[in-house]
């Protein structure tokens, strides 16, 4: 029991140490608070010489707005460009009417050729038959002649 009242007597020591070293501490960040407030003097100079730049920089705002009357008379040099360009795009426009009349009678054209293509694919087919079972024919007129009659009844019948 003595050990333990010893070793938090000990502790205790220890710690009145350790908060003689946070004193030392906080009278270090007193110096360092004051350093801070030296360098904020210095910021203020140097804000001055910000509104002195920003006097300047008026001055040269007074120029870009001179340049900006400039600017809004070639504004009105362009709108009437635009209007010149408008003009131009009606005339375009009376151009694609005339070339949508051209496209209705080619799309009649179209139409008339899309009327005959299955009369063409009908007749394209008989022929390739035709020419099939005659080639059919003449293989098998050499191999017998039974066979000759028989497929050519059949071709008469299906087509």
Avoid: G, W
Avoid at 102 to 110: G, N
Wanted: hydrophobic fraction near 35%.
């Amino acid at each position: 029991m003595t050990e333990r009242l010893l070793s938090h007597d000990s502790h205790i020591a220890k710690s009145d140490m350790s908060l003689d070293s946070i004193s030392k501490l906080r009278a270090k960040s007193d110096m360092s608070l004051v350093s801070i407030s030296k360098f904020t003097t210095k910021s203020d100079m140097s804000l001055d010489s910000i509104s002195k730049l920003t006097t300047k920089s008026d001055m040269s705002l007074v120029s870009i707005s001179k340049f900006t009357t400039k600017s809004d008379m070639s504004l009105d040099s362009i709108s009437k460009l635009t209007t010149k360009s408008d003009m131009s795009l009606h005339s375009i426009s009376k151009l694609s009417t005339k070339s949508d009349r051209s496209l209705d009678s080619i799309s009649k054209l179209t139409t008339k050729s899309d009327m005959s293509r299955p009369y063409c694919k009908q007749a394209i087919s008989r022929k390739q038959y035709l020419l099939f079972f005659l080639l059919v024919l003449y293989l098998l007129n050499f191999m017998k002649n039974q066979i000759y009659y028989i497929l050519s009844i059949i071709f008469y019948i299906c087509f």
